[in-house]
């Protein structure tokens, strides 16, 4: 029988194909599942290529058809380890993304207030301009959504050319902490595991995400299991009720931050009921915690004494206090990962890592996982997802966050500044050891007038609308508007909420309108080819970085040569001649990808991250690094590292090998971390918590979903999930507009009472994916010591009744497109 989950996804995908006949303008032929390539429609006039989905971390495989210069039908790769022909209802979609109908075509400059058609020509010198004048308050706003060749680019030219560090990306609000927790827990970045993990697990345990809407084709690989037969347990953790949820065997509910009072309560009792592993404990583990004054990822050593001692107050009764998740729940996971024949995989995403405590809890819960000996056997590990196609791939591996350098490599390390210099043939001291500004505090200096030290002036963003993302955007954001001085550039390929404020927009090029690679959560490095040309003069943002570089390197910039006095991106053919690729008629004359990429595959062999060449990736449906060469010239990836049956730098003899330890000597650290509370917790003022996140049919700010109509339809608005119990307290009707307020700002939305979501009393939950309702006005800028990721999980609220007499006409039309009043809504 098939299973329910998977059954409304085949369901949602129907329906979308049906609405997408009436639809007509970006939807696309469905072309179903279980065709393979070979049985696909088409004739002489269409073409099938495979690529990554254009979506999330899960990283699936689509099939494009393409006919006449036009993406005409998607399909789901069978070929595709990681879906096997499945795709979600926005996969099936990805195709529409392209057609909207107000794509970006031209560059475009404020003139006096207006934006006015100019040059590409135009556009790139006044870049170059502006920083030629002031290198040093120059920004580049990255993306997860770059291609792996892009972060690149834009890593290199701004460390390795510009010798300024302020880059950083997107990810920076998404996975920073999962960074953080890796770093301190293993001394190096990304998971062990991989995704066979959920087909081999006994028990899956979602620690506050909510796969079956954010990853739903990973998700639906463990709900299948259940279909044919096999027992997995899921336990759902969260702080509301979600289709996740519907799935679960046992949903425990928690207060914010619960979860670290979860993660210390089964270290506790693991200790106390003395079922924890010895034995892998003894061999593979350090006991750690942070230094009384200015703690770092390294923290100190301690005893297993001193960790017990310090674990010894949370007792499953304390725990339910912080946590509101009763003791003898407490002690069913305890239990659970006491037993060490059943396997338990752990799952999380921005529950953990959006959180003030970011870099403790997922270090927590690794700890969790290496205390019990529930690690490094396929089925049985503590598994970190990322949200976006490459955050994993572009900003991990890459290296495109304001500290690093490509490979696992840090701005502040000597020898990794040289070893990068020597990779990139440029001078000795190019790359400043100074780390450049977070997201945060990047945008915080921009928003500032120059008077009073906001000493970023120019600022390019790609592939990323923070004018609808950043948290507080009051405080982040909108001041840019009477800050003349302050140059924003935006590389777009719709308008959103950030070409608004724009000074200058960059038609860009999307998805299979380019060449491209991306790095997924499994690290299962991905590639594809330019399949259709991107409409009017939008172009690569990979050539508008070299493009930029270029014209520096035209105006005597001294960092955009190498030490030979080549152009740093320089790209030479067979007979040394080279090839003018930052002129956009020239840039396909080579692929300008696999140069990148060859380049970059360097620093990745320093911390075993190696990856294979370029040409292993255009035959396969993605590698997962570690990739080796072995005997006969054929290349292995590595499905779980550390351990020794799969991983080929554990040295013979081993079992595990934990070959970064930060304590030299081959372990992992077991940190404890005592419980802090929220940033801002609700009060008289502001009674109720407010939760932000995401829907199934919509990619974040919308800008792409919302312009695929049986997308958009599905989900035409964004609302405040209440629960009854409060709304009827507060005389709340389903679809009503009220206001949310925090004391950063407002939002008005409809209501949807006990929705799709249930938030328990006391709670609210608004999706950010509608640009007519900013929800990041409300929402908290206070962030992880460490990652300095933001809290977009919890602030406080207060939920404010409009009289439907001071109701706009818009806001009427809102309340009657809601989720809650149509009969759209997929159920
Ligand atoms: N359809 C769709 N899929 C997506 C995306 C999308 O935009 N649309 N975006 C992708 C991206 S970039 C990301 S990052 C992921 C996000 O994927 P998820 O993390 O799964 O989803 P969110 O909706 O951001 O998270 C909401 C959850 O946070 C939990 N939470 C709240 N407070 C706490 C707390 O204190 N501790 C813990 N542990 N949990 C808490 C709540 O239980 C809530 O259900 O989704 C990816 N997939
Ligand atoms: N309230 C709240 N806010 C959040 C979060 C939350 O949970 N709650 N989550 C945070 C997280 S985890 C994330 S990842 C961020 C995501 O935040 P953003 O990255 O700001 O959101 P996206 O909508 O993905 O923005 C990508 C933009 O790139 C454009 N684009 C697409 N392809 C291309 C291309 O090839 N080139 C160029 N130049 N542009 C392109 C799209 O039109 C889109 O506007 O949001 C963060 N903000
Ligand atoms: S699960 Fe993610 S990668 Fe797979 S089809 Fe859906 S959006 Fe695309
Ligand atoms: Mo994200």
């Not at 608005?717 to 629960?723: I, Q, S």
């Amino acid at each position: 029988m098939m299973d329910t989950k998977r059954r409304s996804f085949l369901k949602s995908a129907a329906l979308a194909a049906a609405g997408s006949m009436v639809a007509g303008d970006t939807s696309l032929p469905v072309v179903h599942a279980d065709q393979a390539v070979g049985d696909l429609p088409g004739g002489d006039g269409l073409n099938w290529n495979k690529a990554p989905c254009r979506f999330c971390g899960t990283g699936c495989h689509v099939q494009v058809g393409v006919e006449d210069g036009r993406v005409v039908a998607i399909a789901g790769d069978k070929a595709a380890d990681v879906n096997k022909g499945l795709l979600c209802v926005k996969g099936y979609h990805v195709g529409g993304i392209l057609y909207g109908s107000d794509r970006l075509t031209k560059p475009l400059l404020r003139k006096d207030g207006e934006l006015t058609e100019i040059s590409w020509d135009e556009a790139i010198e006044t870049i170059a301009k502006r920083i030629f004048d002031s290198p040093d308050t120059f920004a580049f706003y990255g993306s997860g959504q770059w291609t792996i060749p892009e972060g690149y680019a834009a890593q290199k030219f701004m460390k390795g050319g510009l010798g300024n560090n302020h880059i950083d990306p997107n990810a920076r609000l998404c996975m920073a902490s999962a960074v953080t927790g890796f770093i301190a827990t293993y001394g190096v970045d990304e998971p062990a595991g991989c995704y066979q993990d959920l087909d081999e697990c006994d028990v899956l345990i979602t620690w506050g995400n909510n796969p079956a809407e954010m990853h739903p084709v990973l998700f639906s690989r463990v709900t299948d299991r259940r279909s044919r037969g096999q027992q997995v347990r899921i336990i759902d953790i969260g702080t509301r009720r979600t289709r996740t949820t519907d799935a679960a065997s046992d949903y425990l509910e928690m207060k914010p931050h619960g979860d670290v009072a979860i993660a210390l309560g089964i270290m506790h009792l693991l200790i106390e009921n003395d079922n924890y592993d010895k034995s892998f404990v003894g061999k593979h583990c350090n006991f750690r915690g942070a230094e009384a004054e200015n703690p770092t990822l390294q923290g100190e050593a301690i005893s297993e004494d001193d960790f017990r001692k310090s674990i010894a107050k949370y007792t499953p009764e304390l725990v339910e206090e912080l946590s509101g998740v009763p003791a003898d729940k407490i002690r069913m996971l305890a239990d659970l990962f006491g037993n060490h024949d059943i396997r338990i995989t752990s799952l999380w995403c921005m529950g953990m890592n959006q959180h003030t405590m970011g870099t403790a809890i997922n270090s927590l819960v690794h700890g969790v996982h290496l205390l019990s000996g529930h690690f490094g056997r396929p089925g049985d590990a503590p598994t970190s997802l990322t949200g976006q196609p490459s955050a994993c791939g572009t900003v991990r591996e890459v290296g495109t966050l304001a500290h690093a350098l490509p490979g696992g490599r840090v701005v502040a390390k000597p020898e990794h500044r040289q070893q990068s210099e020597e990779y990139w043939n440029v001078r000795e001291g190019s790359i400043s050891e100074v780390p450049g500004y977070h997201t945060v505090k990047m945008f915080d200096q921009f928003t500032r007038p120059t008077s009073e030290g906001g000493d970023i002036t120019t600022m390019l963003v790609q592939v990323t609308n923070p004018g609808q993302t950043l948290p507080n955007l009051n405080a982040l954001f909108n001041d840019k508007k009477d800050l003349d001085d302050k140059f924003l550039i935006v590389s777009e390929v719709y308008p959103t909420a950030t070409t608004l404020l724009a000074d200058l927009i960059l038609p860009a090029a999307l998805w299979v309108e380019k060449n491209g690679m991306f790095g997924n959560s499994e690290r299962r490095t991905q590639q594809w080819f330019k399949m259709v040309d991107p409409p009017g003069q939008a172009r690569d943002d990979c050539w508008m970085t070299i493009a930029i570089a270029h014209k520096l390197f035209e105006m005597g910039h001294e960092g955009m040569k190498d030490k030979d006095g080549d152009f740093i991106f320089a790209i030479k053919d067979d007979d040394g001649k080279e090839i003018p690729v930052w002129d956009f008629d020239h840039y396909y004359d080579t692929n300008v990808d696999k140069h990148l990429f060859e380049e970059y595959r360097q620093f990745t062999r320093m911390k075993h991250k190696n990856l294979a060449p370029y040409d292993e990736y255009v035959k396969a449906r993605g590698l997962r690094w570690p990739v080796v060469e072995q005997e006969d010239g054929s290349w292995r990836e590595t499905r779980f590292r550390f351990s020794a049956f799969d991983d080929p730098f554990v040295k013979e003899g081993q079992e595990f090998e934990f070959y970064h330890s930060s304590s030299d000597d081959g372990r992992a650290q077991i940190w404890f971390h005592d419980y802090q509370p929220p940033p801002e917790m609700p009060d008289d003022q502001y009674p109720m918590w407010l939760c932000t996140g995401r829907v199934l049919e919509h990619w974040h700010t919308g800008t792409m979903t919302r312009r695929v109509a049986p997308l958009n339809r599905a989900m035409p608005t964004a609302y405040v999930e209440m629960n009854m119990a409060d709304a009827k307290a507060a005389n709340i009707r389903q679809g009503e507009v009220v206001t949310i307020e925090s004391r950063r700002g407002t939002c008005d939305l409809p209501v949807w009472i006990d929705g799709r979501g249930r938030p328990p009393r006391g709670t609210v939950f608004v999706p950010f994916f509608d640009e007519t309702k900013l929800i990041n006005n409300c929402t908290l800028e206070a962030h992880d010591p460490f990652s300095k990721q933001p809290d977009y999980k919890k602030c406080a609220v207060r939920v404010v009744k409009k009289t439907t007499q001071s109701q706009s006409p818009a806001e009427k039309a809102a309340v009657k497109e809601s989720p809650a009043t149509t009969a759209e809504v997929p159920s």
